[in-house]
């Protein structure tokens, strides 16, 4: 079994690193004979994990249609949702206009 060309080291303490600095918990990705100095200088730790295999681009597509999926069900459902309150209020109205008129009916009667 050939050696991953990169590894993950855990940072030790705060340290620059590709143009930002990284402090622990966390993981830096290098070829081993770069991680070198680093481990000399005690800034990361000498155990070194296999490198995480990035995401094929299927995947990433994959990811990207599920997430966009998810808005488009979130979105549909709070439109059915807006529909359903908007019929339930003009039901209301309606109901509470023809109580109107029926109190007013019943008042026209007593009164004649």
Do not use: H, W
């Amino acid at each position: 079994m050939t050696e991953p060309t990169e590894l993950c080291y855990p940072v030790l303490t705060p340290f620059k690193f590709g143009g930002v600095i990284v402090k622990p918990p966390a993981f830096v990705q290098m070829r081993r004979d770069a991680a070198n100095a680093y481990i000399d200088a005690g800034v990361i730790s000498n155990e070194d994990k296999a490198a995480l295999v990035p995401d094929s681009d299927a995947e990433i597509e994959a990811q990207r249609l599920a997430k966009q999926q998810d808005a488009a069900d979130q979105e549909a459902e709070a439109q059915r949702l807006a529909k359903e309150q908007t019929a339930a209020d003009e039901q209301a109205v309606a109901d509470r206009k023809a109580a109107d008129e029926a109190k007013a009916a019943g008042s026209r009667k007593a009164g004649k």
